[in-house]
């Protein structure tokens, strides 16, 4: 199977890489993955992962409920409970940055469609792109969305959405400065573009170090830290507004590694992480355990 090897950081291409940790899939293959770290940005990395065309099996688990819509097991039932309140949540925000009631979205790794519909039941135009056709045919029959593979980012017209979204999507994209590049092209000049990322710098992170779930070998690519994210959009032409907290994220990551370590979630002990992890970013939301970016272009002239 085609590998990635990297001999330089993915987003600032420095030589300068050391290894961390071996960190294994828990939800697919049972395969075991380097992860490493840049010594100048800061960004983590998964190694030897399978390169875009190979990577798809790597999907295919009942358990992965962004492109699977499962109610299997306590923690998915916990994630969908949840999720109802956290879209309207997701699409206030997008409303108060974008300052607009209404206007023209697109969600990319839309998964299944349910932020889309959010949206769409609020007034908004909604486009979707999601490069599981599992996912897509469900998002049509869940919500008669028309959802299109994510390689036709490359062909829309520019300077034309209010808002773009991407839900924990940046962190599994290989063609990653391609896909800034396009972000930014197809982006209204006083558009909003909202990017949502685990964070391995998080105090959940560190307590359960390679069994944390958010590492999620080998679908996450990059494993970004505020600094990493910060280089990566200078890169591009954008820069961060500002930092928002997703609280619901340590307790759910949490539960997750609890089970990958322990080989049984112990509920009180994860969820007494997560609310310590949440505690400890109170104060500073570059150390919760994932990061909404609200990013803009940079100013022409």
Same mark, same amino acid.
């Given at each position: ?137 469900? /998002?049509?029959?869940? +919500?008669?969305?028309?959802? %299109?593979?994510?390689? =036709?980012? #490359?062909?829309? !017209?520019? $300077? ?35 990017? /949502?990322?685990?964070? +391995?710098?998080?105090?959940? %992170?560190?307590?359960? =170090?390679? #069994?944390?779930? !958010?590492? $999620? ?85």
């Amino acid at each position: 199977m085609p590998q990635v090897h990297y001999n330089a950081c993915p987003v600032c291409g420095s030589p300068q890489i050391r290894p961390v940790f071996l960190v294994k899939d828990y939800t697919v293959s049972g395969e075991v993955f380097p992860v490493e770290e840049c010594r100048s940005c800061s960004l983590r990395f998964t190694q030897d992962v399978p390169d875009q065309e190979s990577i798809g099996p790597y999907y295919k688990s009942e358990d992965y409920i962004s492109h699977s819509n499962t109610s299997k097991g306590i923690i998915s039932r916990i994630y969908k409970r949840v999720r109802a309140r956290t879209m309207q949540q997701k699409a206030v925000l997008v409303e108060r940055y974008a300052q607009k009631r209404t206007g023209r979205l697109l969600d990319l790794g839309c998964g299944t469609g349910t932020f889309l519909d959010t949206m769409k039941n609020r007034g908004w135009q909604v486009a979707g792109l999601e490069p599981d056709a599992d996912a897509r045919s469900m /998002a049509k029959q869940l +919500y008669n969305l028309e959802v %299109a593979p994510s390689h =036709e980012l #490359y062909e829309l !017209a520019e $300077d034309q959405f209010d808002a773009i979204s991407l839900w924990h999507v940046l962190e599994h994209v290989h063609a990653l400065h391609a896909y800034m590049d396009q972000l930014k092209r197809v982006l209204k000049q006083s558009g909003v573009l909202l990017i /949502a990322v685990p964070n +391995y710098t998080s105090r959940d %992170a560190d307590i359960y =170090e390679q #069994y944390w779930a !958010a590492y $999620d070998v080998p679908r996450h690519l990059y494993h970004f830290s505020p600094e990493a994210m910060k280089v990566l959009t200078a890169q591009h032409g954008l820069r961060i507004e500002k930092l928002l907290p997703m609280w619901f994220d340590s307790f759910y990551v949490s539960l997750l590694s609890s089970k990958y370590k322990y080989g049984t979630t112990r509920y009180i002990g994860a969820g007494l992480h997560g609310l310590s992890s949440n505690i400890n970013a109170a104060g500073n939301t570059q150390e919760c355990s994932s990061v909404i970016y609200v990013i803009r272009k940079e100013q022409k002239g």
